[in-house]
């Protein structure tokens, strides 16, 4: 490849498969040769992943937006008495699913919610119960560290049995990477103070991947915090991942300024330093095998690209996205599986039906 003179040290490691340090991590994000980074990261997803890229056909599944915790960075939640504030009955959280239904090739559910001030763990138990007993085919991943953490407060029980719960009554495969923000007291304590610490949130992973159910990664970035805050996130979870090995995908979010508390004063992320964050984590986490470009957040061209900057993943066809739509995502709020397959092939990868344990479902040749 052709590094500057500046980074020649830093792409002789990765090429000889040595891990990056903190320091690494922080030079690279003062690195203005995005083709170059990216051409790293490719490399790296080429010589881990090969050519798939996987992608899911499922429906996002929110049930309330109703939420006590206020994070900032959040056009989603809402009081129960504000406009657009709604929480689903039982029968309404079948009605979405049955909809979606009309896609034949519908394989799982993406379910997650606010932190509702009155509902019980039994309450959110109860749908995911009864939208296993509807649907149990379709594969369950839901619930967030933060969700979790929140349950267990709530209930009384140990993260572990609110786990088992899940896992046994309303058959969780799988958790969502969402809730991990930035893993900073720091940028916590001005962003979110009302949820789950960094500690908490990883602490639910770690008992998760325990229990044998695995989960993913994620970082919002392009607020308030650090570029050595970013780095910093990124080590906290390869430390956790070399401990468990229990994250299957980390995902970058860009921060969505649009209607939220923050957005007065946070301009969007660019699509340079989307780009380079997405090669970056690609480059530092090295014992993740994948990484996902979520289209919704980057919008449809920046993921397709991204693919060429150590992606692996696009996530899915989503079916009616509404967390960072309010949030003025531009996207759209689904993709046909026709898309998804035609965004992968155009970048020259082969796309991969897969679950939401990146179990192979269809291979599109
Ligand atoms: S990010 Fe999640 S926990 Fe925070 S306000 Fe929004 S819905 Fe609630």
């Given at each position: 490849m052709?590094?500057?003179r500046?980074?020649?040290d830093?792409e002789a490691?990765v090429m000889r498969?040595e891990?990056?340090t903190?320091?690494?991590?922080i030079?690279?994000?003062?690195c ?6 990216g051409?790293?990261?490719?490399h ?5 992943c090969?050519d ?12 309330t937006?109703i939420?006590?915790?206020?994070c900032?960075f959040?056009a989603?939640g ?15 959280a079948?009605?979405v ?9 519908l394989?799982?559910?993406?379910v ?9 763990f ?7 119960e009864?939208l ?7 594969y ?7 969700e979790?953490?929140?349950?267990a ?7 572990e049995?609110v786990l ?10 799988a958790?969502?990477?969402?809730g991990a ?7 916590r ?6 949820k789950?610490?960094a500690d908490?949130?990883?602490?639910v ?11 993913n ?7 308030i ?11 906290r ?5 070399d ?5 299957q995908?980390?995902?970058c979010f860009?921060f ?5 508390e923050l957005g ?13 964050t997405?090669a970056i ?8 095998k994948?990484?996902k470009?979520y289209?919704?957040m980057?919008?449809v061209?920046?993921?397709q690209?991204?693919?060429?900057f ?6 899915g066809?989503?079916?009616k996205?509404?967390i ?7 996207s759209p709020r689904?993709l ?9 092939k155009?970048?020259g990868r082969i ?5 939401c344990?990146f179990?192979?479902?269809r291979?599109?040749?």
């Amino acid at each position: 490849m052709l590094a500057t003179r500046e980074y020649q040290d830093i792409e002789a490691k990765v090429m000889r498969g040595e891990r990056l340090t903190r320091e690494d991590g922080i030079r690279l994000f003062h690195c203005h040769d995005l083709a170059w980074l990216g051409a790293l990261a490719d490399h790296v997803r080429r010589e881990k992943c090969g050519d798939i890229v996987y992608y899911n056909v499922n429906c996002h599944v929110n049930l309330t937006n109703i939420c006590t915790s206020h994070c900032k960075f959040c056009a989603f939640g809402r009081d129960a008495d504000e406009k657009g504030a709604y929480a689903m009955t039982k029968a309404q959280a079948i009605a979405v699913v049955e909809d979606a239904m009309r896609d034949p090739n519908l394989a799982g559910l993406h379910v997650v919610s606010g932190l509702h001030p009155t509902w019980s763990f039994e309450d959110y138990l109860g749908i995911v119960e009864a939208l296993h007993k509807r649907f149990p085919k379709l594969y369950m991943k839901g619930f967030t560290g933060v969700e979790i953490t929140h349950f267990a407060e709530i209930s009384g029980l140990s993260v572990e049995e609110v786990l088992r719960q899940l896992r046994d009554r309303g058959g969780l495969q799988a958790i969502a990477g969402g809730g991990a923000e930035i893993l900073s007291d720091r940028v916590r304590g001005e962003l979110c103070p009302n949820k789950a610490t960094a500690d908490e949130w990883l602490e639910v992973a770690r008992t998760a991947h325990k229990l044998g159910i695995k989960s993913n990664a994620s970082m919002l970035y392009g607020h308030i915090e650090t570029l050595e805050e970013r780095v910093d996130h990124l080590l906290r979870l390869r430390a956790l991942q070399d401990e468990t090995g229990g994250f299957q995908t980390f995902i970058c979010f860009p921060f969505l300024p649009k209607h939220t508390e923050l957005g007065e004063h946070v301009k969007q992320t660019s699509m340079w330093d989307d780009l380079r964050t997405m090669a970056i984590s690609r480059l530092m986490l090295d014992n993740f095998k994948n990484i996902k470009a979520y289209w919704v957040m980057l919008t449809v061209p920046v993921a397709q690209v991204a693919l060429g900057f150590g992606a692996n993943d696009i996530d899915g066809t989503v079916h009616k996205e509404t967390i960072l739509h309010d949030a003025g995502a531009k996207s759209p709020r689904a993709l046909s599986e026709d898309n998804i397959i035609r965004i992968i092939k155009e970048a020259g990868r082969i796309p991969a039906a897969c679950d939401c344990n990146f179990n192979i479902l269809r291979i599109i040749e």
